[in-house]
């Protein structure tokens, strides 16, 4: 079954995320150069805290705590090992673009704690042959979105249909490192590509994990009261594992299908919001 991560600061909504069986509870630190790289994007700068971290690791006992930490500098090696302090179970390195970054992380961290490296520019996917020859990389996760940015396509799930991901999919498998890409929202939303058949591509590439997006579950406040909120956290979790049990059951046509249905699906997707953005231009 695939690793399910939940980004979320609130230890209320952590301790419902661990009772529904999400895997990695995830605080984001991450907040330089972020906000001039996503300007104008429908982003969220997490804002969270050393203080999270802590108050996060105070509740969970069954999922891990993931953090993700700013971009290598100066102050890399302190703020690691903040984290590291303060209770973390694996630490992220986002926005890398050289191998040289990646061996000054896996050294501030010094086999501490389980590492995770966010492949999220078109530097770090160049030099991923070169990145996957350093031992001590415990996880790797594939960011879509500040690569859409890079790339300046219509839709962040363009990187998957143009078979990036299957290449670099390969490389990380013949390494024999777990690796995810990308978030989901709920089975059963109506959207294109739909939760279903992104899934069932991670299942294909053998990726071992996902984000379950912010469309995933909407905040509390959104719910009549806290248990409301649980009991749709928990209903959707369900409806992924019912899922993966039977993509489980599904041969190789099942999947060779589904790529051709999904990568349609998305270029038919890129197609409107490029039609949308032409439009919007001719109006102004």
Same mark, same amino acid.
């Given at each position: 079954?695939?690793?399910?991560?939940?980004?979320?600061?609130?230890?209320?909504?952590?301790?419902? +995320?661990?009772?529904?069986?999400?895997?990695?509870?995830?605080?984001? !630190?991450?907040?330089?150069?972020?906000?001039?790289?996503?300007?104008?994007?429908?982003?969220?700068?997490?804002?969270?805290?050393?203080?999270?971290?802590?108050?996060?690791?105070?509740?969970?006992?069954?999922?891990?705590?993931?953090?993700?930490?700013?971009?290598?500098?100066?102050?890399?090696?302190?703020?690691?090992?903040?984290?590291?302090?303060?209770?973390?179970?694996?630490? =992220?390195?986002?926005?890398?673009?050289?191998?040289?970054?990646?061996?000054?992380?896996?050294?501030?961290?010094?086999?501490?704690?389980?590492?995770?490296?966010?492949?999220?520019? =078109?530097?770090?996917?160049?030099?991923?042959?070169?990145?996957?020859?350093?031992?001590?990389?415990?996880?790797?996760?594939?960011?879509?979105?500040?690569?859409?940015?890079?790339?300046?396509?219509?839709?962040?799930?363009?990187? !998957? +249909?143009?078979?990036?991901?299957?290449?670099?999919?390969?490389?990380?498998?013949?390494?024999?490192?777990?690796?995810?890409?990308?978030?989901?929202?709920?089975?059963?939303?109506?959207?294109?590509?739909?939760?279903?058949?992104?899934?069932? *591509?991670?299942?294909?590439?053998?990726?071992?994990?996902?984000?379950?997006?912010?469309?995933?579950?909407?905040?509390?406040?959104?719910?009549?009261?806290?248990?409301?909120?649980?009991?749709?956290?928990?209903?959707?979790?369900?409806?992924?594992?019912?899922?993966?049990?039977?993509? !489980? !059951?599904?041969?190789?046509?099942?999947?060779?299908?589904?790529?051709?249905?999904?990568?349609?699906?998305?270029? *038919?997707?890129?197609?409107?919001?490029?039609?949308?953005?032409?439009?919007?231009?001719?109006?102004?």
């Amino acid at each position: 079954m695939m690793k399910l991560l939940f980004i979320t600061k609130e230890p209320k909504t952590a301790t419902i +995320a661990q009772k529904a069986g999400v895997d990695w509870i995830f605080v984001d !630190l991450e907040y330089i150069g972020k906000e001039i790289r996503q300007i104008g994007r429908n982003t969220v700068i997490s804002a969270h805290t050393i203080e999270d971290i802590k108050n996060i690791k105070k509740i969970i006992t069954t999922s891990k705590l993931l953090v993700r930490i700013n971009p290598i500098g100066g102050y890399s090696k302190k703020e690691i090992d903040d984290v590291i302090s303060s209770g973390a179970d694996i630490i =992220m390195l986002p926005f890398f673009k050289t191998k040289k970054e990646v061996e000054i992380f896996l050294s501030y961290v010094n086999n501490r704690i389980e590492t995770c490296l966010l492949v999220e520019t =078109m530097s770090s996917v160049k030099n991923i042959d070169d990145i996957l020859t350093l031992s001590g990389i415990n996880y790797i996760h594939i960011g879509l979105n500040d690569i859409h940015i890079e790339r300046k396509t219509n839709f962040m799930f363009e990187f !998957l +249909a143009d078979g990036y991901i299957d290449n670099i999919a390969k490389k990380i498998k013949d390494r024999k490192i777990e690796f995810g890409f990308g978030g989901m929202s709920k089975i059963g939303t109506n959207l294109k590509p739909s939760p279903e058949r992104i899934l069932a *591509e991670h299942y294909r590439l053998g990726s071992n994990s996902i984000i379950l997006a912010r469309s995933f579950i909407n905040d509390i406040g959104e719910y009549n009261d806290l248990e409301d909120f649980e009991k749709n956290f928990i209903k959707s979790v369900k409806e992924i594992r019912n899922y993966e049990k039977d993509l !489980l !059951l599904k041969d190789s046509s099942f999947f060779e299908n589904n790529k051709k249905e999904t990568k349609k699906e998305i270029y *038919e997707v890129s197609q409107i919001i490029k039609n949308s953005n032409e439009s919007t231009k001719c109006k102004l």
